[in-house]
């Protein structure tokens, strides 16, 4: 078989897998693609080689982890350029550049995104997505998830300009799909107005509020919610996900727990020794994410959390008010 | 008290402190009045101004607003208001402030009366004070500046990013400066570099500094050891770390110098001279000095501090005036600014103090 053929067969096994339509070992399939990406991905083979990793893994924690970063200064692309059919694109800040994740298929990507949902809990629609269409924000991966999971018509954000009356003329149960900035700026519109969505309506947002200056809690974001559409705090989903990664992971409720899909694990890390940490400590979230054919399937994040069993309790880039001095500092920049 | 009677009892209390303020003996405190006031007794008598006689006047009393990790600020800004004879209420960071009051404890009891120190804010503070002084983030200071009542004098210190120059230095002689200056406080003050920028004399003479300053770096830290990480604070530092490993590993535009495995201190060589704002904590850029500086700071330009300078000459403070800093100095002497500083750029006593005139 040429490589070619074996590069299809990967994404088809890898799809037919999430897709629950036949049984994988998740583990051997994370070794697999990386000794895949370690042949056809030359920045990741220099980086393993760098690192004392080989092509071949025994088991899947051994695979080293791409700072999240690197998407912004190395094409890291396990398959010939002009094959690419997608490339989404981080939100950089000026001068720093975008980070970009190519695809040759959107195929595993897109039954991931379905596939996390249902495992999620998240209802299967009817959806209401206060976020653009991937048609007006085409290198977002949010848009895309947003546009695998809902209908062209349940967008009422075209524009940049929200269509109240669809949220109002809500018959029958909806899920709400959009930003966290989304929501707030929709119960900002909202004002004093209560629209009590139908019993059993649901809502799912992601992201922070990166660029906006705004930083409000989980907890109150849902009681904004709650109040303005009448969905229970536990009903409303957080969505943790983002470009360098092809699957997602949810929690539900004010306080609840991330937990990913098989095919995605999430460990917690002290951030210099990379060793696992003990249960309720805090650390860097790894992700190894199996629907990265394209990619690499582990990657670093700059993100911290607390190991809570298989689970994580996500705390960001910047949990607390970091005791500092007037040194203008890194993430103050990144903040603006 | 006059004038000269509180900055005695200033620098005698001052004196464990030299290593965080720096000279401040008596003679100090009243050259730095007399420079900012046009005499050492300008607040104590009738001094001849013009074909009449002026007297400054210090606010009754002074709000400082201190920031936790540069108690040499928090210390600076509270001797000022001493000097100048007002009460001084001070806002301590909510973790407290062991310098002040240590400081505050070594005070004359008469001068220690002028001070009131809390780690809460009373609404009455702000409300009955004349002046409040404060340190923050851009954020914090709107916050204050809107609950301070109109009229009363506001100065903002907000977070600043500053960097160092070095224009000609075959011999590598500002390495040992260079690395103090990006050391001490932990890179925390508004006056620690972040970013070296490099004049390349050679070629390859950029990379050549970072490494030298590496090895200062390290020479810096088994005298001076960093203080404790908190977890996100390490984290920043590994993340950047680990990022800038990937790329040195496969661009040689990029080296990454790594001091210990307890993340003491990180040098980072980049060609690309675009500002690189660091996590702070001893991690500093040294990048080739590119032809337009102002440009190549990107946003920061809006917020430089100091700039360090090597060699430091006012030939070089003009080229690079469009950066506008609020001081110009030598590299290695980046910590140590004088009282006389205009932090901000603001004169700290004259932008005080009120005049009172007396036509005779």
Known sequence: ?336 | MNTADRANAIAEAAEPFRALLGPTSTANLLAWVAAELGSAEALDRWITHGPAKTKALAPRTILHVVSGNTPHAALQSLISGLLLGSRNLVKLPRTGLIEADEFISRLPDVLRAMVDASSELPEKWLSSTDAVIAYGSDETLAALRARTPTGKIFIGHGHKASLGIVWADAEFASCAGAARDASLFDQQGCLSPQVFYVRETRTGFARDYAEKLAAAMEHFNRTHPRGPLAIEEKAAIANLRAAYRFRAAGDLRVTLWEGGGNMDWSVIYEEDAWFTASPLNRVVFVKPLPEDLAAAMGPAVDYVGAVGLFPCTEELADRFAALYPSRFCPVGRMQDPPWTWHNGGLPRLTSLVKWVDFEP
């Open chain 1, 1 to 336: 078989m040429n490589e070619r053929n074996r590069e299809q067969e990967l994404e088809a096994t890898v799809r037919t897998a999430i897709a629950g339509e036949r049984g994988a070992s998740w583990d051997d399939m994370l070794c697999e693609l990386h000794s895949w990406h370690f042949r056809h991905n030359p920045p990741y083979r220099k980086f393993c080689e760098t690192g004392g990793v080989s092509e071949t893994v025994r088991d899947w924690r051994e695979i080293p982890c791409v700072p999240q970063d690197a998407f912004k200064h190395t094409d890291l692309r396990s398959f010939p350029a002009a094959e690419t059919v997608k490339t989404f694109r981080t939100s950089g800040t000026t001068g720093e550049g975008f980070g970009r994740h190519h695809f040759r298929t959107l195929e595993v990507y897109e039954t991931a995104v379905r596939e996390g949902r249902r495992l999620s809990g998240l209802p299967a629609g009817p959806f209401l997505v206060i976020a653009p269409h991937p048609d007006e924000a085409p290198h977002s991966s949010l848009s895309h998830m947003f546009g695998t999971l809902a209908q062209r018509e349940d967008f009422i954000a075209s524009g940049g300009k929200l269509d109240l009356s669809r949220l109002r003329a809500a018959q029958e149960p909806v899920c709400v799909l959009g930003t966290a900035l989304g929501f707030l700026n929709l119960c900002e519109q909202l004002g004093e107005e209560r629209v009590g969505l139908p019993a059993g309506s649901t809502a799912m947002e992601t992201g922070g509020y990166k660029g906006s200056g705004r930083d409000i809690s989980r907890e109150q974001l849902y009681g904004m919610i709650s109040d303005r559409l009448g969905i229970a705090p536990e009903d409303i989903f957080n969505e943790y996900g983002m470009t360098e990664l092809s699957s997602q992971f949810y929690a539900r409720g004010p306080k609840g727990l991330h937990h990913g899909p098989p095919w995605a694990r999430a460990i917690v890390c002290d951030p210099v020794s990379l060793e696992e940490v003990g249960e309720g400590e805090t650390g860097i979230l790894l992700i190894y994410d199996a629907a990265n054919v394209g990619s690499v399937v582990g990657i670093r994040t700059q993100d911290l959390a607390i190991k809570r069993g298989r689970a994580f309790e996500l705390l960001g880039r910047d949990p607390a008010a970091l005791p500092r001095g007037c040194s203008r500092a890194a993430d103050e920049w990144m903040n603006r």
